[in-house]
Structure formats: structure tokens, C-alpha cells
């Protein structure tokens, strides 16, 4: 956003060169080379359509600023990037600019100078349009110039300047500005060339973001020669050339906030020694003294500060913190004039309050008098009517009282009579009252009565509702009863049944465990018996297979041996033990 408006100022002055007649418009063919100026010097692709199409609805005539600024936003301002030389942009709007505005007839310094001024101009200048410079930034830079040019600066020259400058507008455009350091004014007894070598350090420092420059010796990196090089610093680099014109770069030293700088102990006959390490190689150079050496070792650290910190350069810093300085004093002043203006309004309406109070005042003075005289005249008036009244009354009192002795006799007759009729109506009271409570006794009885026999009808039913539950309760009471008693004999029966079966299971059981026995008897003396003839027969015979008459079939196998048994009585015996593991099943 600070490169915008750096750039609109410029622009700002070459638009309102083309201006010819004031009136904020400028012809469609000068725009057109306008743009494509800038978009020459800038760096930026022209489109030659695109104003055509922007200002298709106006063929003819000038085109206003505001008609020009969305088509400046966006196809030039919009595109454009901080790869282009400043000084040729600041060189084509000051070319277009001057010879409209500026008298070199009156001027002590050349052309490149005053093109300097105007830039610094647009650097101090107010960020609104029409653009123009407060006194406190021209205070700013003539110190700057003066202490450039080394002379002293005179506080009282320039606070004379000031009342002449506050008496008419104070404030000055460029070209005013231009004719101020032109004339000579604030330079005298300096000569031409040391007031446009000022101008131009100055212009170096605030415009260029020059801080500090001089001749140096630097030691090389391949053949380690020391060589003597003239260094230019800026916030972010520090390039060395062969001269002080700046004809030929030989390189830069890139600052970053990992940047250092150590002083050196004197080597290779060299003094004054310091070393500037970057993030790419490290060099050493030597000043021509102590005092240099110490001041680019502080600009540089300084520098390095300020790139840790993302500050910007001290002289823009400095001009922002004016700047806001001056917007606070506007603000605080704007407040300051607004409670003055509250308090003179507020000072008038009281004043205009007083004021009618004042004829209020009067008025009410003047009623007062007025008002005494009439109350002079009217108690005259009413004190001879007050003695005219009070001689009627005296005649009205004294029949009065001779009215009165008469109907004295009548009052008193009157008063019994009264007497009479307060005691008969207390009397009256009196009984009223008795018949009044006796009427409440009553009310209060009948009621009691009323609500007794609805509690016993509450209660009668109640109680009814609670025989009702009891029968109810009885009759379910037996029916569960009577329920119960037969589910207790069916399972009596059911019981004396399993006993029964019970019983004869066991016997059953006894049974089987018995034939159990006298099987388990039997099977144990055949088997001796067969164990005992095998025996004998392999002892005596070998193996032999008995042979029964009629038994020709295959050979039978048992447990016992080959045709141990025949196929009759291996039949017998599977049949006898297939009954005795049935009886011994169903005992269990």
C-alpha cells in the first residue's frame, strides 16, 4: 500500500500537468500516452484495448480524474511490482509535470536538483490531494539541507518565514517548495555547489534510503588484495563501486536480521579493521580511522536492528511517527474547537437565558409598582366601605339581638323537644341491636346446624362405601378361599400319589439290585470257570478251537477266546445281559 501512494503522488502531478485548463478532465489521447508511459517505465504489459473499452461510452471529450482512477487501479497499479527503476518513473512524471508549473527564470540551481526537491516534496508531502507540505516538514528538511551544506541553522529565520507562511496558507505545494530553496533564502553565504551537493545528500538519504557512504578498503575474496571501494549503505544492502559516481557496481553485501559486525584487531599492516558477516561470505574492511570505523559499525548494526525488528528505515519511521504526531495534535485541536464551540454555545444560551430573565425582571418590577398603586387605591376604597358596612351592622346587630331575646323562649322549648327525641332514639338503637344479634345468633346456629348434617351425610356415605369394600373383600376373601382349599386337597392327593409311586420305585429298585447281585455273582464264577479252562486247555493241548458237531459256520470271537461259546449260547447270554442292564435302568 506505501508503494501506491508513493506512486499516485507522481502520477498525480504529471495527470494534473495534462490538466490544462483546471478542470479536472485530460483528453483520451493524452491518457493514452500517459499509460503507456507508465507502463513503460513500470515494467508492466500495456494493453492498448483496454482503455478503449473503459472509456467506450465517451468517444468524445476529456475524461474526468475519477473516470481514470478504476482504470489506473486496475490495469496499472494493480500489475505492478518493485522491479523497476524509481528514478526513471520519478523522471518521466517530473518531465511532464515541470515546465507547466515551474519559473526556472528566478532559480540559483539547475534542473536535476529541483527534480530532487520535487521528490523529496512528494516524500514529506500530506497523504491528500491536492498535495502539499506543512511547516513542521519544511522545518524538517531545510535543517536536513542546512546541516548538509554545513552551516548552522537560524531558528529565527525560519520562525519569521513561518508568520509570513501562517499569515497566507500554511502550507506550500512542490513548486513553491522549489522556488523557496531556489531563491536562495535559507542558503546564503553558501555557494551553488555546495547547496546542490546538500540537496542531493538529502535526496540520497531520504529517497534513495541512502544512510551512509564513503570510500573503504576491502579485502578480496580469491586474491586477497586490498582494494580501496566506495560503499553505499541502505536498509537492506550495501553495495560497493569502483567511484563515487556509481559508474561501475562490483557487488553487494545482503543484510538480514542474521547479519553481524565484529571489530578486528589490526592485521597486514592494516588498521581499523571490522567484519560484516552475511548468510553467504563474510567481509573485511577497513576504515580510514577510529571514528569512521565506529560509525559503520553502528549504521550497519543499526541497519541489522531495524531488519530484526521489520521497522523501516529511520528517516520513514521518523516521518510516520510525525505524521501521526500531527494527526493526533489535529485531533485533540478538532476536539479542543468542538468544546469551545460547545461551551461558547452553551455560553450564549446562558447569556440569552440572563438576558430574559433580566426583562423578565423589569417586567415584574414595573407590574409591581403598578400593582401597589392599584392596591393603595383599592384599599381606600374598601376602608370606606368597611366603615359604611360597619355602621349597618351595628344597626342589623342591635334588632338582631332584639330578634334574638325573642326567639330565645322558642329555643328552649325546642332543645326539650330535641332532648326528648335523643333518648326515644337511643332507646330505638337499642333494641334494633338486640334484634340485630339475636338475628346473627340465630344465622350463626342455623348454619352450624346446616354444616353438621353435611358432614354426617359425608360421613353415612363414607361409611357405606366402606361396608360396601368389606363385602366386597369378604366375598373375594372366600371365593379365594374356597380356591385355595381345593388347590391344597389336589395336592394332597397328587402327593400321596408320588409317595406311592415312591414306594413302589423303591421296592422296584431293591429288586433290581438284588438280581444285580446274584447276576454279578454268576458273571464272576463263570468267568473263574472260563479262565480255569483255558487255562488247562493251553497248558495241556495248546490252542485248540473245540469243534462242535453241526457248528461248520465261521468262527466265532468272543472275550473268552475263539468259539468259546456256540451261537445259541452267546445269544442266551447277550439276551440275559440286555434284560439285566434293563432292570438295573429302571431301577435307578
Not at 174 to 201: C, H, N, P, R, Y
Amino acid at each position: 500500500m506505501a508503494l501506491r501512494d508513493e506512486l499516485l503522488k507522481s502520477i498525480w502531478h504529471a495527470f494534473t500537468a495534462l490538466d490544462v485548463d483546471k478542470s479536472g478532465k485530460v483528453s483520451k489521447s493524452q491518457l493514452k500516452v500517459l499509460s503507456h508511459n507508465l507502463c513503460t517505465v513500470m515494467n508492466i504489459p500495456h494493453d492498448p484495448v483496454a482503455l478503449e473499452e473503459h472509456f467506450k461510452d465517451d468517444d468524445e471529450g476529456p475524461v474526468s480524474n475519477q473516470g481514470y482512477m478504476p482504470y489506473l487501479n486496475k490495469f496499472i497499479l494493480d500489475k505492478v511490482k518493485d522491479n523497476f527503476n524509481r528514478q526513471d518513473f520519478n523522471k518521466m512524471c517530473w518531465t511532464l509535470s515541470y515546465r507547466k508549473n515551474l519559473d526556472q527564470n528566478d532559480l540559483k540551481i539547475c534542473n536535476d536538483d529541483a527534480f530532487k526537491i520535487w521528490c523529496i516534496f512528494n516524500f514529506l508531502s500530506e497523504d491528500r490531494y491536492p498535495l502539499i507540505i506543512v511547516t513542521e516538514e519544511i522545518e524538517y528538511f531545510l535543517r536536513k539541507l542546512t546541516e548538509a551544506m554545513g552551516g548552522s541553522w537560524v531558528e529565527e529565520r525560519f520562525e519569521d518565514y513561518k508568520l509570513q507562511l501562517n499569515s497566507k496558507q500554511q502550507c506550500l505545494n512542490a513548486w513553491e517548495l522549489i522556488s523557496l530553496v531556489g531563491s536562495g533564502q535559507f542558503s546564503k553565504g553558501m555557494d551553488l555547489q555546495t547547496l546542490s551537493m546538500g540537496i542531493g545528500e538529502v535526496y540520497q538519504e531520504l529517497i534513495l534510503d541512502v544512510l551512509k557512504q564513503g570510500y573503504m578498503m576491502k579485502k578480496g575474496h580469491k586474491r586477497k588484495n586490498w582494494t580501496e571501494r566506495w560503499f553505499v549503505l541502505k536498509p537492506n544492502t550495501i553495495s560497493y563501486y569502483v567511484g563515487e559516481d556509481l559508474a561501475e557496481k562490483k557487488g553487494d553485501i545482503l543484510l538480514d536480521g542474521n547479519c553481524s559486525v565484529e571489530h578486528l584487531q589490526d592485521k597486514e599492516g592494516k588498521k581499523c579493521l571490522f567484519l560484516i558477516k552475511s548468510s553467504q561470505k563474510s567481509f573485511e574492511i577497513s576504515a580510514s580511522d577510529k571514528k569512521k570505523k565506529q560509525e559503520w559499525i553502528q549504521a550497519v548494526q543499526t541497519c541489522v536492528t531495524l531488519l530484526r525488528q521489520g521497522r523501516p528505515a529511520p528517516h520513514r519511521e521518523a516521518r510516520q511517527k510525525r505524521r501521526e504526531l500531527r494527526l493526533k495534535q489535529q485531533a485533540e485541536q478538532e476536539e479542543l474547537e468542538l468544546r469551545m464551540r460547545e461551551l461558547q454555545t452553551a455560553n450564549e444560551a446562558k447569556q440569552h437565558e440572563l438576558e430574559n430573565m433580566r426583562k423578565a425582571l423589569e417586567e415584574a418590577a414595573a407590574n409591581a409598582a403598578e400593582e401597589e398603586t392599584r392596591r393603595l387605591q383599592t384599599q381606600t376604597e374598601l376602608q370606606d366601605r368597611y366603615r359604611r358596612d360597619l355602621e349597618r351592622e351595628k344597626l342589623v346587630r342591635q334588632e338582631i339581638e332584639k330578634n334574638l331575646a325573642e326567639k330565645s323562649t322558642e329555643l328552649e322549648q325546642y332543645l326539650q323537644r330535641v332532648h326528648e327525641l335523643e333518648d326515644m332514639y337511643g332507646q330505638l338503637e337499642h333494641a334494633l341491636e338486640d334484634e340485630r344479634r339475636a338475628r346473627q345468633d340465630e344465622e350463626t346456629i342455623r348454619k352450624l346446624q346446616t354444616r353438621l348434617l353435611e358432614e354426617e351425610a359425608k360421613k353415612r356415605a363414607e361409611l357405606e362405601q366402606i361396608h360396601l369394600q368389606q363385602k366386597q373383600a369378604i366375598s373375594v376373601t372366600v371365593a379365594e378361599k374356597e380356591e385355595l382349599e381345593k388347590e391344597r386337597l389336589a395336592k394332597e392327593s397328587a402327593l400321596q400319589a408320588a409317595m406311592k409311586q415312591l414306594e413302589q420305585l423303591e421296592l422296584e429298585r431293591q429288586g433290581a439290585l438284588e438280581q444285580y447281585e446274584t447276576v454279578k455273582k454268576k458273571l464272576e464264577t463263570a468267568t473263574n470257570n472260563t479262565k480255569t479252562w483255558k487255562h488247562k486247555v493251553a497248558e495241556h493241548e495248546g490252542l485248540l478251537r473245540l469243534i462242535q458237531p453241526g457248528a461248520k459256520g465261521q468262527q466265532k470271537i468272543t472275550n473268552w477266546g475263539p468259539a468259546a461259546f456256540s451261537e445259541a449260547e452267546l445269544s442266551l447270554r447277550e439276551k440275559q445281559w440286555q434284560e439285566m442292564k434293563n432292570q438295573a435302568t429302571q431301577a435307578q
